[in-house]
C-alpha cells in the first residue's frame, strides 16, 4: 500500500473561544502520514476507540444506534456488536484490563464490560455528560465537551479530580474523543478537524495535528467531523495512530509529522 502524506496548508492561526493568538514556539505543528486505510462502516457514528494487542474496540453513538464493537485492528473487519440499551447514547470508551468502560451522553452513567465476552457488567453514577475517554496507568481520563478534563479512578469510575487545557494560558473548549499515550493526551477537538497533544501533568497543549486532508480524503456524502483516535504499540506506543470520524467509510492508520504552514480554527 502506498504511503500518502497529507499536506496542510495556509497561514498558521489559533482560534481559541473566537481569540486568534500567533503559535508559541514550542507548540509543535504536525500532520498526518496515511500508511494504510481499510474499510469502516460509514453508518457508524464513531465516539472512541483504543486498540489493544490485535483488536480494536469501537464505540458507536446516537439513541436507538449505539453499539459496542469488536474489529481486527490490522484490517478493520468487524468480530463481535453489541447494542446497548435503545435510550442509551453511546460514548467513549477506554480499556481497564479485563474490563472495559463505555461512556454514555446524557445518560448519566458508564458502563463496564467484560472484554472476553462483551457483557455488561455494571453501570454506575456519571455526573455530567461523556465525551471522550482514555485510560492513563492506573486513572481514567474523560472530556465532556468543555476545556476541562475529568478524572476518575480505573476501578470504579469515581471522579478524583480535573485538568484544564489550555493554549498560550487560553483554554481550549471542545475537546472530544480522547487517546492517552505515556504522559500525554490526544485529544479531538469538536468540531475541527484538528487533534491536540496535552501534557498530562499541566494540560498544556505541547503540539496540534491538522488533519484537514485526512477528513477530505475519507469525504462522502454523510461523513461528518473527525472522531477517534487510538495509538498502536502498547501503552507508551510506536508513534503510530488508528484515526477515522463519524459516519467515515475508512480508519486510516498514520504517524504525524512536522507541518510546515498549517491552520486552526477552532470554532
Given at each position: 500500500m502506498t504511503a500518502v502524506t497529507l499536506t496542510a496548508v495556509g497561514?498558521?492561526?489559533?482560534?481559541?473561544?473566537?481569540?486568534?493568538?500567533?503559535?508559541?514556539?514550542?507548540?509543535?505543528?504536525?500532520?498526518?502520514v496515511v500508511l494504510e486505510r481499510f474499510d469502516h462502516d460509514p453508518v457508524a457514528f464513531t465516539e472512541g476507540m483504543f486498540v489493544d494487542g490485535a483488536t480494536l474496540y469501537e464505540s458507536t453513538g446516537l439513541e436507538g444506534k449505539s453499539e459496542l464493537r469488536e474489529l481486527d485492528a490490522d484490517t478493520g473487519q468487524l468480530r463481535r456488536v453489541v447494542p446497548?440499551?435503545?435510550?442509551?447514547?453511546?460514548?467513549?470508551?477506554?480499556?481497564?484490563?479485563?474490563?472495559?468502560?463505555?461512556?454514555?451522553?446524557?445518560?448519566?452513567?458508564?458502563?463496564?464490560?467484560?472484554?472476553?465476552?462483551?457483557?455488561?457488567?455494571?453501570?454506575?453514577?456519571?455526573?455530567?455528560?461523556?465525551?471522550?475517554?482514555?485510560?492513563?496507568?492506573?486513572?481514567?481520563?474523560?472530556?465532556?465537551?468543555?476545556?476541562?478534563?475529568?478524572?476518575?479512578?480505573?476501578?470504579?469510575?469515581?471522579?478524583?479530580?480535573t485538568l484544564a487545557v489550555t493554549y498560550n494560558g487560553i483554554r481550549v473548549p471542545g475537546l472530544n474523543s480522547l487517546d492517552c499515550v505515556g504522559n500525554r493526551i490526544w485529544a479531538n477537538v469538536f468540531p475541527t478537524d484538528q487533534i491536540i497533544e496535552v501534557d498530562a501533568a499541566t494540560g498544556v497543549v505541547r503540539a496540534v495535528v491538522y488533519a484537514t486532508g485526512l477528513r477530505e480524503a475519507a469525504w462522502h456524502g454523510e461523513a461528518g467531523v473527525l472522531?477517534?483516535?487510538a495509538h498502536l504499540g502498547g501503552p507508551d506506543?510506536?508513534?503510530?495512530?488508528l484515526i477515522t470520524g463519524k459516519y467515515w467509510p475508512a480508519v486510516y492508520r498514520v504517524r504525524f509529522d512536522a507541518a510546515t504552514e498549517a491552520e486552526i480554527q477552532v470554532r
Open positions: 497561514t498558521l492561526l489559533i482560534v481559541v473561544a473566537g481569540i486568534p493568538t500567533a503559535a508559541a514556539d514550542q507548540v509543535a505543528r504536525l500532520q498526518p446497548l440499551p435503545p435510550t442509551y447514547f453511546g460514548e467513549g470508551i477506554a480499556d481497564a484490563g479485563a474490563h472495559l468502560w463505555q461512556l454514555t451522553y446524557e445518560n448519566g452513567v458508564a458502563i463496564e464490560w467484560d472484554k472476553a465476552t462483551l457483557t455488561m457488567l455494571r453501570e454506575v453514577p456519571l455526573d455530567g455528560q461523556g465525551w471522550g475517554l482514555c485510560r492513563a496507568g492506573d486513572r481514567l481520563i474523560r472530556s465532556d465537551g468543555s476545556a476541562v478534563l475529568r478524572v476518575h479512578r480505573l476501578d470504579d469510575m469515581r471522579e478524583t479530580g472522531n477517534g483516535i506506543g510506536n508513534g503510530q495512530f
